[in-house]
Nanobody, 125 residues
Framework: VQLQACGGGLVQAGGSLRLSCAAS?????????VGWFRQVPGKEREFVAA???????YYSDSVKGRFTISRDNAKSAFYLQMNGLKPEDTAVYFC???????????????????WGQGTLVTVSS
């Protein structure tokens, strides 16, 4: 499975961005859990949001109410709509996908098998 992320950029605080992640090389996209993580230099990769089969969504406390994860199974793609961006949201954002993840690991970066290349989001104050 290959993932291609895009949509990052420079935005002022309070602005919005939409990240996209396109999946290819898979068998049945609908059976995969998908997630977004972010990372800043010197820190571990941090969970942002995830979508588990059945339509269950999960968010970190820091983005809840501002970010929305969605997916388009017909396009084998998923998205992260980011509103009300803050300077502390600045990071490289990674999309991830896994076909066997369990609920207790949904927020664990190490549980995801497939990763996109990352897209940089910079929020200026």
């Amino acid at each position: 499975v290959q993932l291609q992320a895009c949509g990052g950029g420079l935005v002022q605080a309070g602005g919005s961005l939409r990240l996209s992640c396109a999946a290819s090389g898979h068998t049945t996209f609908t059976r995969y859990a998908v997630g977004w993580f972010r990372q800043v230099p010197g820190k571990e990769r941090e969970f942002v949001a995830a979508w588990r089969t059945g339509g269950y969504t999960y968010y970190s406390d820091s983005v809840k109410g501002r970010f929305t994860i969605s997916r388009d199974n017909a396009k084998s793609a998923f998205y992260l709509q980011m509103n009300g961006l803050k300077p502390e949201d600045t990071a490289v954002y990674f999309c991830a996908l896994d076909g066997r993840i369990i609920l207790s690991s949904i927020r664990n970066a190490g549980a995801y098998e497939h990763w996109g290349q990352g897209t940089l989001v910079t929020v200026s104050s």
